[in-house]
C-alpha cells in the first residue's frame, strides 16, 4: 500500500510558478513510475508528466513540453512537478499517481486507469 500526499497548489498570476510536491509512504519507490495528472470539471483526468523512479526518465503531456519539469528525490520519497510560464489553461486539480511497474520504468505512463495508487488532490488556479 502507498499513500500519497501532494501540495504546493494555490492561485497565481499567467506567468508564475508553483511547484507541487508529492510525498509517498513507501518503503521503497524503486520499480514504480510516478505521474501527474490533472482534471477540470466535467472532463476526464489527463496526463501531465510521469518519471521513472529507477532511472528517471521523464515523459510530458505536449501541452505542459518545455515549461513543466518533473522529478524525484530519493531521500526524501518526493516527486516534484515544477511549473513555469503557467497560463489560465493550466487551471486544474493535480494529483499525484504511482504504480509499480516491476521494473518496466514508464510503462504506460499516460494512461490514468493503470495507476494504482492516488493521493487528494491539489488545486492549481492560474488567474489572467
Known amino acids: 500500500q502507498v499513500q500519497l500526499v501532494e501540495s504546493g497548489g494555490g492561485l497565481v498570476q499567467a506567468g508564475g510558478s508553483l511547484r507541487l510536491s508529492c510525498v509517498a509512504s513507501?518503503?521503497?519507490?524503486?520499480?514504480?513510475?510516478m505521474g501527474w495528472f490533472r482534471q477540470t470539471p466535467g472532463k476526464e483526468r489527463e496526463f501531465v508528466a510521469a518519471?521513472?523512479?529507477?532511472?528517471?526518465?521523464?515523459d510530458y503531456a505536449d501541452s505542459v513540453k518545455g515549461r513543466f519539469t518533473i522529478s524525484r528525490d530519493n531521500a526524501k520519497n518526493t516527486v516534484y512537478l515544477q511549473m513555469n510560464s503557467l497560463k489560465p489553461e493550466d487551471t486544474a486539480v493535480y494529483y499525484c499517481?504511482?504504480?509499480?511497474?516491476?521494473?518496466?520504468?514508464?510503462?504506460?505512463?499516460?494512461?490514468?486507469?493503470?495507476?494504482?495508487?492516488w493521493g487528494q488532490g491539489t488545486q492549481v488556479t492560474v488567474s489572467s
Open positions: 518519471i521513472g523512479w529507477s532511472d528517471g526518465r521523464t
Open positions: 513507501a518503503r521503497t519507490l524503486s520499480r514504480y513510475t
Open positions: 499517481a504511482a504504480k509499480n511497474t516491476f521494473g518496466l520504468t514508464l510503462y504506460n505512463p499516460t494512461v490514468p486507469r493503470t495507476y494504482t495508487y
